[in-house]
Nanobody, 115 residues
Framework: QVQLVESGGGLVQAGGSLRLSCTASGIIFSINTMGWYRQAPGKQRELVATITRDGYTNYADSVKGRFTISRDNAKNTLYLQMNSLKPEDTASYYC?????????WGKGTLVTVSS
């Protein structure tokens, strides 16, 4: 059974930092494209960042230069380092894996940025 479990969310002041983690089980982690998405209240889920099996990264314009996605294949874990957080970054953050269209989502972790 495929499982993705996010952690690391919480309440932080504007300008602060958080690191999210996503631990995967039930998959060969290293061959999957992994991603972070977020959904703010009343808004659609949107892409934050993705990282391919070869380490190529892609970021939403709104987080470029502030967020960094990385992966540790030995630990089956995906990370999102978030710096210079803004109130508009407040959302539930979801981990995602995609292997040629086989997609799985985690249950999310809430990030709240106070002004």
């Amino acid at each position: 059974q495929v499982q993705l479990v996010e952690s690391g969310g919480g309440l932080v002041q504007a300008g602060g930092s958080l690191r999210l983690s996503c631990t995967a089980s039930g998959i060969i982690f290293s061959i999957n494209t992994m991603g972070w998405y977020r959904q703010a209240p009343g808004k659609q889920r949107e892409l934050v960042a993705t990282i391919t099996r070869d380490g190529y990264t892609n970021y939403a314009d709104s987080v470029k230069g502030r967020f960094t996605i990385s992966r540790d294949n030995a630990k089956n874990t995906l990370y999102l380092q978030m710096n210079s957080l803004k109130p508009e970054d407040t959302a539930s953050y979801y981990c995602n894996r995609d292997l040629f269209g086989a997609v799985t989502w985690g249950k999310g972790t809430l990030v709240t940025v106070s002004s």
